[in-house]
């Protein structure tokens, strides 16, 4: 906990920003570190790897943020729980995996959640967001701010009905 009681947060953005929409992980971890909330860690890679378990073990609570090439629009966003089993390697690995060593190796079970932003376009080798992706960007900062600086991150689950509602017109 922070000094303020508030839960620690770790925030990972991750995906390759070279391959079009596939950066919205990064795109979304650059916008929260700028808005310098207490409490709130922000780390954006490519993928996620093994070292990562020890960052997410260091916290109370995990978001993950990642693009999603199918799925709800804008975003959906969910809790997660460790795997066992979860295969990677030592290069990459899923969210899952990183949350089931924290638990293997540092005997720690942080709360965690997935933000899968809806993205269009990842074969391209280009940097930039396409707009659709870019628009779905802006409407899950808009949904996540607010949550991290609550830390009202199961109230926010319970929202998830109304939000894939609005967003199918």
């Known amino acids: 906990m922070t000094a303020a009681g508030a839960s620690s947060v770790l925030l990972v953005g991750f995906g390759n920003p070279g391959r079009v929409d596939d950066g919205l992980g990064p795109a979304a971890a650059a916008a929260i570190e700028r808005l310098e909330l207490a409490g709130v860690t922000v780390d ?3 993928q996620l790897t093994v070292e990562d378990s020890y960052a997410a073990a260091a916290h109370d609570v995990v ?4 693009a999603a090439a199918r799925g709800p629009e804008p ?3 969910r809790r997660l729980s460790p795997a066992p089993g979860a295969s990677f390697s030592s290069h990459s690995i899923q969210p899952e995996g990183v949350l089931q060593l924290a638990q293997e190796l540092f005997d720690r079970r ?6 899968a932003i809806r993205g269009y376009e990842f074969e391209e080798l280009s940097e930039g967001l396409s707009p659709r992706a870019a628009s779905n960007l802006e409407a899950a900062l ?5 949550v991290l600086r609550a830390r009202a991150f199961e109230a926010a689950l319970a929202q998830r009905p109304m939000l894939e509602e609005t967003t199918q017109t």
Do not use: H, I, K, Q
Request: proline fraction near 10%; hydrophobic fraction near 55%.
């Open 44 to 46: 954006a890679d490519y």
């Open 63 to 66: 978001l993950f943020v990642d």
């Open 75 to 77: 975003f959906e966003f």
């Open 110 to 115: 942080p709360a965690a959640y997935l933000l």
């Open 142 to 146: 808009g949904f996540l701010s607010p």
